[in-house]
């Protein structure tokens, strides 16, 4: 199984950028899915995650201005980011939990991404 983001660049203060996640092998299932992002120094904050179901929960330091979306029939996870600030700027990094099957057992493990700079300039 492999995460694949995308999407990061570099965009002026109050703009937008799309992040994409595609997992790919051999799925079973994938349960929850999440953004995170990590700037140098500090520990990797979650994000945004929605649930299999299409539950959504953000960090307050997104809410309002960040969308988390997921399309189950193509294994991808969305994030739209709006109203961007200097202070988002990091290293974006999806992760999943994902199911495969192992012969006749499933077996669920997070698997992460590989990280998609963003980086807004004032």
């Known amino acids: 199984v492999q995460l694949q983001a995308s999407g990061g660049g570099l965009v002026q203060a109050g703009g937008s950028l799309r992040l994409s996640c595609v997992a790919s092998?051999?799925?079973?299932?994938?349960?929850?899915m999440n953004w995170y992002r990590q700037t140098p120094g500090k520990e990797r904050e979650l994000v945004a995650t929605?649930?299999?179901?299409?539950?959504?929960n953000y960090a307050d330091s997104v809410k309002g201005r960040f969308t988390i979306s997921r399309d189950n029939a193509k294994n991808t996870v969305y994030l739209q980011m709006n109203s961007l600030k200097p202070e988002d700027t990091a290293v974006y990094y999806c992760?999943?939990?994902?199911?495969?099957?192992?012969?006749?057992?499933?077996?669920?493990?997070?698997?992460w991404g590989q990280g998609t700079l963003v980086t807004v300039s004032s």
């Open positions: 929605v649930t299999s179901g299409g539950s959504t």
């Open positions: 092998g051999n799925i079973a299932r994938i349960n929850t």
């Open positions: 992760a999943a939990a994902i199911c495969t099957w192992r012969v006749v057992v499933m077996k669920c493990d997070d698997y």
